[in-house]
């Protein structure tokens, strides 16, 4: 079996300070963890992936992701935030033979 | 063009009645899906296939149907419409389940 969760409805930061959206997730095996975002009228765009390898993934926009293993988590950085970086922020885990879940979605808010 | 296209766009339909949403892909991808998505629920998976003659149910099939007519076509039919399936519909397409989706831009169904 597989979950995501991401504790958080809405982010608020300041434009220019450094953003967080949390998650965290279970799954039975290793996991496989995406970011998407979605813009206000739009599907949603691959941001960042981690299969194997290095815990700190780089992916659009300046995004970055940190996979832990220990605490389950895989939060979405950026260090500075931009006020068109303000959109819902989809968090994804699958285990091997599963289909993706997601989770419900953060909403970001940059503040100018 | 967008590489996977959903039609319609928006749609307002009476509770019984049958209706079918439309999806096409151009990026060449086996694997395709159909979500579901509510606020403060995220994305559900309806239906996914991997190829032309695979269709398997997602978390949330009661009450849909897909057909598969083509590796590039996925399409969704919603037999008798209720109120409650009111959402919007993604289309999704993956080369791999591990590597990330791409998205249409979804469909607004309401059923009145």
């Known amino acids: 079996a597989q979950s995501v969760a991401q504790p958080e409805d809405q982010v608020n930061v300041a434009e220019g300070n450094p953003l967080t959206v949390k998650c965290t997730y279970s799954?039975?095996?290793?996991?496989?963890l995406f970011w998407y975002v979605q813009y206000p009228n739009r599907g949603l765009q691959f941001l960042l992936k981690y299969i194997t390898g290095d815990n700190l993934v780089k992916g659009s926009y300046g995004f970055e992701a940190e996979f832990n293993k220990s605490q389950t988590s895989f939060h979405l950085k950026k260090p500075s935030a931009l006020v068109s970086d303000s959109a819902l922020y989809f968090c994804?885990?699958?285990?091997?033979?599963?289909?993706?879940?997601f989770g419900r979605g953060t909403s970001l808010i940059v503040h100018p | 063009d967008a590489d996977v296209t959903q039609t319609p766009r928006n749609r307002i339909t009476k509770t019984g009645k049958r209706i079918m949403l439309e999806c096409s892909q151009t990026k060449g991808h086996d694997r395709m899906y159909w979500y579901r998505q509510d606020p403060g629920l995220g994305l559900r998976l309806i239906y996914y296939s991997f190829d032309v003659k695979d269709i398997n149910k997602g978390e949330i099939s009661d009450g849909y149907s897909v057909s598969r007519q083509a590796q590039a076509k996925f399409s969704l039919s919603l037999e008798s419409a209720i109120p409650n399936q009111t959402a919007l519909y993604f289309c999704a397409t993956s080369e791999q389940t591990n590597y990330g989706y791409t998205f249409g831009s979804g469909t607004r169904l309401t059923v009145v």
């Open positions: 994804a885990v699958r285990d091997i033979g599963y289909i993706p879940t």
């Open positions: 799954v039975s095996g290793n996991p496989y």
